[in-house]
T-cell receptor, first 113, second 114 residues
Framework: EAQVTQNPRYLITVTGKKLTVTCSQNMNHEYMSWYRQDPGLGLRQIYYSMNVEVTDKGDVPEGYKVSRKEKRNFPLILESPSPNQTSLYFC????????????FGPGTRLLVL | AQSVAQPEDQVNVAEGNPLTVKCTYSVSGNPYLFWYVQYPNRGLQFLLKYITGDNLVKGSYGFEAEFNKSQTSFHLKKPSALVSDSALYFCAVRDKNGANNLFFGTGTRLTVIP
Protein backbone atom coordinates (compact mmCIF):
# COMPACT_ATOMS: atom_id res chain seq x y z
CA GLU A 1 0.00 0.00 0.00
CA ALA A 2 1.31 3.42 -0.98
CA GLN A 3 1.74 5.47 2.15
CA VAL A 4 3.65 7.92 4.28
CA THR A 5 4.47 6.64 7.75
CA GLN A 6 5.55 8.57 10.81
CA ASN A 7 6.92 7.41 14.13
CA PRO A 8 6.17 7.86 16.87
CA ARG A 9 2.52 8.84 16.64
CA TYR A 10 2.50 10.30 20.15
CA LEU A 11 5.40 11.61 22.19
CA ILE A 12 5.72 13.29 25.55
CA THR A 13 9.15 14.67 26.39
CA VAL A 14 10.86 17.28 28.53
CA THR A 15 12.52 20.53 27.58
CA GLY A 16 15.99 20.07 26.13
CA LYS A 17 15.88 16.34 25.48
CA LYS A 18 16.79 15.71 21.85
CA LEU A 19 14.26 13.79 19.80
CA THR A 20 13.75 12.57 16.26
CA VAL A 21 10.49 12.00 14.44
CA THR A 22 10.89 9.66 11.51
CA CYS A 23 9.09 9.90 8.19
CA SER A 24 9.20 7.34 5.43
CA GLN A 25 7.41 7.03 2.09
CA ASN A 26 7.23 4.07 -0.27
CA MET A 27 6.12 5.93 -3.41
CA ASN A 28 9.57 6.90 -4.70
CA HIS A 29 8.67 10.58 -4.36
CA GLU A 30 11.38 13.17 -4.82
CA TYR A 31 9.71 15.88 -2.72
CA MET A 32 9.13 15.64 1.03
CA SER A 33 8.05 18.21 3.57
CA TRP A 34 7.36 18.73 7.28
CA TYR A 35 4.52 20.81 8.66
CA ARG A 36 3.25 21.71 12.09
CA GLN A 37 -0.43 22.23 12.79
CA ASP A 38 -1.57 24.55 15.53
CA PRO A 39 -5.13 25.66 16.35
CA GLY A 40 -6.13 28.76 14.43
CA LEU A 41 -2.90 28.77 12.42
CA GLY A 42 -3.48 25.92 10.00
CA LEU A 43 -0.45 24.09 8.65
CA ARG A 44 2.88 25.85 8.50
CA GLN A 45 5.85 24.45 6.65
CA ILE A 46 8.98 23.73 8.66
CA TYR A 47 11.42 22.29 6.12
CA TYR A 48 11.21 20.70 2.73
CA SER A 49 13.39 18.63 0.44
CA MET A 50 13.28 18.58 -3.34
CA ASN A 51 15.48 15.47 -3.52
CA VAL A 52 18.22 13.53 -1.76
CA GLU A 53 20.75 15.82 -0.06
CA VAL A 54 18.67 18.90 -0.96
CA THR A 55 16.82 20.57 1.90
CA ASP A 56 15.55 24.08 2.49
CA LYS A 57 13.78 26.12 5.14
CA GLY A 58 10.06 26.63 5.16
CA ASP A 59 8.19 29.32 7.04
CA VAL A 60 8.95 28.19 10.62
CA PRO A 61 12.34 26.40 10.67
CA GLU A 62 13.70 27.73 13.99
CA GLY A 63 14.49 24.95 16.45
CA TYR A 64 14.31 22.15 13.88
CA LYS A 65 16.74 20.23 11.71
CA VAL A 66 16.21 17.76 8.90
CA SER A 67 18.29 15.46 6.75
CA ARG A 68 17.66 13.64 3.47
CA LYS A 69 20.25 10.94 3.05
CA GLU A 70 17.88 8.52 1.35
CA LYS A 71 15.01 9.20 -0.97
CA ARG A 72 12.42 7.45 1.19
CA ASN A 73 13.31 8.96 4.57
CA PHE A 74 13.08 12.52 5.89
CA PRO A 75 13.54 12.66 9.68
CA LEU A 76 12.71 15.76 11.72
CA ILE A 77 15.13 16.50 14.54
CA LEU A 78 14.50 18.68 17.56
CA GLU A 79 17.92 19.20 19.13
CA SER A 80 16.62 20.98 22.23
CA PRO A 81 12.82 20.91 22.33
CA SER A 82 10.95 23.71 24.03
CA PRO A 83 7.29 23.93 25.12
CA ASN A 84 6.45 26.16 22.14
CA GLN A 85 7.21 23.18 19.91
CA THR A 86 4.26 21.31 21.37
CA SER A 87 2.21 20.68 18.27
CA LEU A 88 0.86 18.19 15.75
CA TYR A 89 3.44 17.39 13.09
CA PHE A 90 2.80 16.08 9.59
CA CYS A 91 5.13 14.72 6.99
CA UNK A 92 4.13 14.80 3.32
CA UNK A 93 5.57 13.66 0.01
CA UNK A 94 4.84 14.14 -3.67
CA UNK A 95 6.36 13.56 -7.07
CA UNK A 96 8.48 16.38 -8.37
CA UNK A 97 6.73 19.07 -10.42
CA UNK A 98 4.32 21.94 -10.20
CA UNK A 99 0.86 21.13 -8.98
CA UNK A 100 1.59 17.58 -7.87
CA UNK A 101 -0.59 16.25 -5.08
CA UNK A 102 1.01 15.88 -1.67
CA UNK A 103 0.31 12.76 0.38
CA PHE A 104 0.34 13.11 4.13
CA GLY A 105 1.35 10.87 6.97
CA PRO A 106 -0.95 10.22 9.95
CA GLY A 107 0.67 12.85 12.15
CA THR A 108 2.79 12.91 15.31
CA ARG A 109 1.41 14.62 18.38
CA LEU A 110 4.25 16.06 20.47
CA LEU A 111 4.00 17.44 23.98
CA VAL A 112 7.07 19.17 25.42
CA LEU A 113 6.91 19.71 29.17
CA ALA B 1 3.09 37.10 -1.76
CA GLN B 2 0.93 34.00 -1.66
CA SER B 3 -1.94 33.91 0.79
CA VAL B 4 -5.08 31.93 1.41
CA ALA B 5 -8.08 33.03 3.45
CA GLN B 6 -10.75 30.77 4.86
CA PRO B 7 -13.09 33.36 6.33
CA GLU B 8 -15.19 30.94 8.38
CA ASP B 9 -13.67 29.01 11.27
CA GLN B 10 -16.85 26.96 11.64
CA VAL B 11 -19.65 26.00 9.25
CA ASN B 12 -22.75 24.17 10.38
CA VAL B 13 -25.17 22.60 7.93
CA ALA B 14 -28.10 20.21 8.23
CA GLU B 15 -27.75 16.74 6.76
CA GLY B 16 -29.08 16.67 3.21
CA ASN B 17 -28.60 20.39 2.65
CA PRO B 18 -25.98 21.78 0.27
CA LEU B 19 -22.73 22.89 1.83
CA THR B 20 -20.15 25.51 0.91
CA VAL B 21 -16.74 26.05 2.48
CA LYS B 22 -15.19 29.30 1.33
CA CYS B 23 -11.64 30.02 0.20
CA THR B 24 -10.11 33.11 -1.36
CA TYR B 25 -6.54 33.41 -2.48
CA SER B 26 -3.85 35.83 -3.55
CA VAL B 27 -1.01 34.64 -5.75
CA SER B 28 1.52 35.93 -8.21
CA GLY B 29 1.40 33.92 -11.37
CA ASN B 30 -0.91 31.05 -12.16
CA PRO B 31 -2.88 29.79 -9.19
CA TYR B 32 -2.62 26.11 -8.32
CA LEU B 33 -5.31 25.47 -5.72
CA PHE B 34 -6.03 22.47 -3.53
CA TRP B 35 -8.56 21.25 -0.99
CA TYR B 36 -7.66 18.76 1.73
CA VAL B 37 -9.81 17.23 4.45
CA GLN B 38 -8.73 16.10 7.91
CA TYR B 39 -10.87 13.65 9.84
CA PRO B 40 -10.35 13.33 13.62
CA ASN B 41 -7.00 11.77 14.52
CA ARG B 42 -6.08 11.35 10.87
CA GLY B 43 -3.69 12.96 8.43
CA LEU B 44 -4.80 15.22 5.62
CA GLN B 45 -6.47 13.62 2.65
CA PHE B 46 -6.50 15.14 -0.81
CA LEU B 47 -9.95 16.08 -2.14
CA LEU B 48 -9.37 17.96 -5.38
CA LYS B 49 -7.22 20.52 -7.14
CA TYR B 50 -7.35 23.15 -9.85
CA ILE B 51 -4.34 23.47 -12.11
CA THR B 52 -5.81 24.58 -15.42
CA GLY B 53 -8.81 23.95 -17.65
CA ASP B 54 -12.44 23.67 -16.59
CA ASN B 55 -13.29 26.02 -13.74
CA LEU B 56 -15.49 23.39 -12.08
CA VAL B 57 -13.38 20.67 -10.53
CA LYS B 58 -14.84 17.43 -9.25
CA GLY B 59 -13.15 15.48 -6.52
CA SER B 60 -13.51 12.70 -3.99
CA TYR B 61 -16.60 11.90 -1.91
CA GLY B 62 -18.91 13.97 -4.13
CA PHE B 63 -17.16 17.27 -3.49
CA GLU B 64 -16.53 19.88 -6.14
CA ALA B 65 -15.00 23.33 -6.27
CA GLU B 66 -15.33 26.25 -8.61
CA PHE B 67 -12.37 28.37 -9.59
CA ASN B 68 -13.38 31.99 -10.02
CA LYS B 69 -10.53 34.11 -11.28
CA SER B 70 -12.33 37.46 -11.07
CA GLN B 71 -13.29 36.89 -7.44
CA THR B 72 -10.04 35.02 -6.64
CA SER B 73 -12.09 32.31 -4.98
CA PHE B 74 -12.06 28.52 -4.88
CA HIS B 75 -15.08 27.54 -2.78
CA LEU B 76 -15.68 23.89 -1.92
CA LYS B 77 -19.20 22.60 -2.44
CA LYS B 78 -21.34 19.51 -2.10
CA PRO B 79 -24.99 19.25 -3.14
CA SER B 80 -26.13 17.14 -0.18
CA ALA B 81 -24.18 17.01 3.07
CA LEU B 82 -23.63 13.79 5.03
CA VAL B 83 -22.93 13.52 8.75
CA SER B 84 -19.70 11.73 7.76
CA ASP B 85 -18.55 14.93 5.99
CA SER B 86 -17.97 16.50 9.40
CA ALA B 87 -14.25 17.29 9.46
CA LEU B 88 -11.65 20.04 9.19
CA TYR B 89 -11.15 21.37 5.66
CA PHE B 90 -8.05 23.14 4.38
CA CYS B 91 -7.59 25.20 1.26
CA ALA B 92 -4.04 25.52 -0.08
CA VAL B 93 -2.24 27.38 -2.84
CA ARG B 94 1.10 26.77 -4.47
CA ASP B 95 3.74 28.63 -2.48
CA LYS B 96 6.19 31.06 -4.00
CA ASN B 97 9.17 29.12 -2.60
CA GLY B 98 8.98 26.17 -4.90
CA ALA B 99 6.92 24.24 -7.38
CA ASN B 100 5.79 21.63 -4.87
CA ASN B 101 5.37 23.82 -1.80
CA LEU B 102 1.88 24.58 -0.58
CA PHE B 103 0.67 27.45 1.58
CA PHE B 104 -2.33 26.44 3.67
CA GLY B 105 -5.28 28.37 5.01
CA THR B 106 -6.21 28.20 8.67
CA GLY B 107 -8.92 25.62 8.13
CA THR B 108 -12.72 25.48 8.42
CA ARG B 109 -14.45 23.04 10.69
CA LEU B 110 -17.56 21.63 9.06
CA THR B 111 -20.25 20.11 11.23
CA VAL B 112 -23.16 18.34 9.58
CA ILE B 113 -26.11 18.13 11.93
CA PRO B 114 -28.32 15.02 11.69
Amino acid sequence: EAQVTQNPRYLITVTGKKLTVTCSQNMNHEYMSWYRQDPGLGLRQIYYSMNVEVTDKGDVPEGYKVSRKEKRNFPLILESPSPNQTSLYFCASSPQGTGKTQYFGPGTRLLVL
Amino acid sequence: AQSVAQPEDQVNVAEGNPLTVKCTYSVSGNPYLFWYVQYPNRGLQFLLKYITGDNLVKGSYGFEAEFNKSQTSFHLKKPSALVSDSALYFCAVRDKNGANNLFFGTGTRLTVIP
